[in-house]
């Protein structure tokens, strides 16, 4: 596609007819027009102002459910688009400060602004993904679901507590079990402090972060609330964060994060929508009119007892990324597939967990897996007296854990461990109860029941698998 058109909102025009994917990449102007190529996970302790950072930057407001207004604090995971915006030098600049801005998704691709007197023209540059993970240590495994798709992280610390908060430091955990390498620490909350106290939090962060995975990130002080820096933090998210590789042209494979019914009560049966599945790509391309399949599917026990799986097949009839209408949708940013699938099947979250892509293409079902895992050292997210956390004891052969593979989040009990040698992981095979689409080498996220809450003790990667019965015998 050598010239792009443009449609009365000022968004690029997707033509399935001229699409060639081989020629597509997550930076091409008719991509990143209508869906967001890159997620950002906003991670911190509960009330550090995450989700106001995320209205900072895109407009838009994720806590949306009434109990998690009462309670000012988030409970799903929230998503958000924005678009990252570049202005030209004007005539005689060489470098000038506030270069970028940021706006909502439906913002048209170019556009300009008067100040003093001068003209900007600003150009897309990215279009950024936010998932807005909960801060509450007893929902760390929705923070988990959303750090699955996460390709960079924003961590919050509130200027005006002390760092690290309980959750501030499981959330860097976590992020470092998923290997994220990209993060930017946002000190926010600075309008509340004095500059001196900001200088010696700051000292407090890099002390925090040292030997971690966000070591030697970046610490920019913000005011979520003022929108002071926000644009600095849409300069970083342009030219710290690289875009990963992505792959076009694999068979298509999304995990679904959210599952819903858009009908109202009361509808009439002609009027009826099929249902809604919202979630990320992780390779591959979609398209309106593909036939798709949802992966375990419809999960029943025979009267054996045995569980059997049983994959639901249906057909794409719209791709929406927050209020843009695609024709086509890659990987990257949280992605909205309507299908003709019975909303009860995706209503209130039911598919939360599910693989979709192209019939007979997608991974195995296990319920069984096989994971080579690592402890951490010491709990996080707990306190206790005169210590920073207790200590992670070994797993033991019949324990229950909670074991979130992508965004599934499944309990799981070990029947047998096998000591690693030379440092090496040690090896514990896990009996889920629920089944996972998942392959060889997918990461693990393992939680054992502390207190009356899931947390965190270790990760792991998958070395094999059991599958469940074949749907097509069962």
């Known amino acids: 596609m050598s010239t792009i058109e443009y449609d009365e909102a000022g968004l690029a025009i997707q033509d399935l007819t001229k699409l060639d994917v081989k020629k597509l990449t997550p930076l091409s102007p008719e991509v990143i027009s209508r869906q967001a190529t890159i997620n950002v996970g906003t991670i911190g302790h509960v009330a550090h102002g995450k989700s106001t950072v995320v209205k900072a930057l895109s407009g838009i407001q994720t806590i949306r459910f009434k109990q998690e207004k009462e309670r000012n604090i988030t409970i799903k995971l929230g998503y958000a688009n924005a678009k990252v915006y570049k202005r030209d030098l004007l005539e005689g600049e060489e470098e000038a400060i506030g270069l970028y801005c940021s706006r909502g998704s439906a913002h048209p691709d170019n556009f300009e602004t008067e100040d003093d007197g001068k003209t900007y023209q600003w150009k897309l540059v990215r279009h950024v993904s936010f998932v807005d993970c909960p801060g509450h240590d007893i929902l760390m495994a929705t923070m988990l679901n959303g750090a699955a798709v996460m390709d960079a992280a924003l961590l919050l610390v509130a200027g005006n507590e002390t760092c690290p908060q309980p959750q501030t430091s499981e959330h860097l955990a976590a992020v470092e079990i998923m290997r994220l390498k990209h993060i930017i620490i946002l000190q926010n909350k600075v309008e509340l402090i004095k500059e001196g106290q900001a200088a010696a939090q700051h000292e407090e962060i890099k002390k925090f972060v ?70 990320s790509i992780l390779k591959g391309v979609l398209r309106v009119g593909d036939e798709i399949e949802v992966r375990p599917g419809i999960i029943s026990k025979s009267s054996t007892g045995a569980i059997k799986c049983k994959p639901i097949r249906s057909r794409i009839l719209s791709l929406h990324a927050e209020s843009n209408d695609l024709q086509f949708a890659v990987p990257g940013g949280l992605i909205g597939v309507g299908t003709q699938l019975d909303p009860t099947l995706t209503r209130a979250d039911r598919l939360v967990g599910q693989v979709l892509g192209h019939p007979d293409k997608l991974p195995h079902v296990f319920l069984e897996i096989d994971v080579k895992y690592y402890l951490l050292r010491r709990l996080l997210g707990v306190k206790t007296d005169g210590d920073k956390g207790g200590k992670v004891m070994k797993l033991k052969k019949g324990e229950i854990l909670m074991v979130n593979i992508g965004s599934t989040a499944s309990g799981g009990r070990i029947t047998g461990i096998k000591v690693g040698e030379h440092g090496e992981g040690d090896l514990a095979k896990v009996v889920l109860t629920t089944p996972v689409c998942t392959s060889e080498g997918d990461k693990v996220a393992l939680s054992r029941r502390i207190e009356k809450h899931w947390r965190l003790i270790g990760w792991g990667e998958i070395m094999k698998g059991k599958e469940t019965i074949d749907p097509a015998s069962a």
């Open 210 to 279: 040292a030997g971690t995975v966000a070591d030697g990130a970046p610490i920019i002080p913000i005011s979520a609330v003022l929108k002071y820096n926000i644009d600095i933090i849409a300069e970083y998210l342009t030219t710290q964060v690289p875009i990963p590789p992505r792959i076009f042209v694999n068979a298509p494979q999304m995990i679904v994060i959210r599952s819903f019914d858009v009908n109202k009560p009361g509808e009439e049966v002609s009027q009826l929508s099929g249902g809604v599945a919202g979630g």
